[in-house]
T-cell receptor, first 113, second 113 residues
């Protein structure tokens, strides 16, 4: 158990809908990262927050947004969902802004029908 | 050409064998090099982390980085069935706000008794 929690574990929804994925980092970790893992694209970095501020952006679609709250938990919002958004979404946390020791959560499996 | 290339396998070996996993990369800006292990339906787990060229050993695992050839390797000695998993290489470069990793597609390893 990495200490990073993600909810829900599974999510099944329809095209055009909006969903929110939640992540609680390990106690003391200030950085949260979001990743998308699909069979055809592999593990792709989406966005990073450090102590409430956005630090880095990867290949995140405009339909996707995230935020980190004062208690350091983070939410990833996915809207106008398409079939291609079906994937595993991972959250990871680390103490610093760097990726030297990054702990991954168990992931949320999103299925868009 | 992808920034990070990794043979997806599967690689099947008998128990006790020495396993060699490799990645090549094209971006000279990569500074940190990591290996993750991912069991089925789980989040990636950091195994090894290196900064400079050379070898780093941790138990049965040895990570090797050759920056001149843009080539990294992970060696697993005395492989066990419990090592059966997907192994992801990752390397990160400074983005101006943080070090962000780029992942290989992963190599599936099967260690049979």
């Amino acid at each position: 158990d990495s200490g990073v929690t993600q909810t829900p574990k599974h999510l099944i929804t329809a095209t055009g809908q909006r969903v929110t994925l939640r992540c609680s980092p390990r106690s003391g970790d200030l950085s949260v990262y979001w990743y998308q893992q699909s069979l055809d694209q592999g593990l792709q970095f989406l966005i990073q927050y450090y102590n409430g501020e956005e630090r880095a952006k990867g290949n995140i679609l405009e339909r996707f947004s995230a935020q980190q709250f004062p208690d350091l938990h983070s939410e990833l919002n996915l809207s106008s969902l398409e079939l291609g958004d079906s994937a595993l979404y991972f959250c990871a946390s680390s103490v610093t802004r760097e990726t030297d020791t990054q702990y991954f959560g168990p992931g949320t499996r999103l299925t868009v029908l | 050409q992808k920034e990070v290339e990794q043979d997806p396998g599967p690689l099947s070996v008998p128990e006790g064998a020495i396993v060699s996993l490799n990645c090549t990369y094209s971006n000279s800006a990569f500074q940190y090099f990591m290996w993750y292990r991912q069991y089925s339906r789980k989040g990636p787990e950091l195994l090894m982390y290196t900064y400079s060229s050379g070898n780093k050993e941790d138990g049965r695992f040895t990570a090797q980085v050759d920056k001149s050839s843009k080539y990294i390797s992970l060696f697993i000695r005395d492989s066990q069935p419990s090592d059966s998993a997907t192994y992801l290489c990752a390397m990160s470069a400074w983005t101006g706000g943080s070090y962000i990793p780029t992942f290989g597609r992963g190599t599936s390893l099967i260690v049979h008794p």
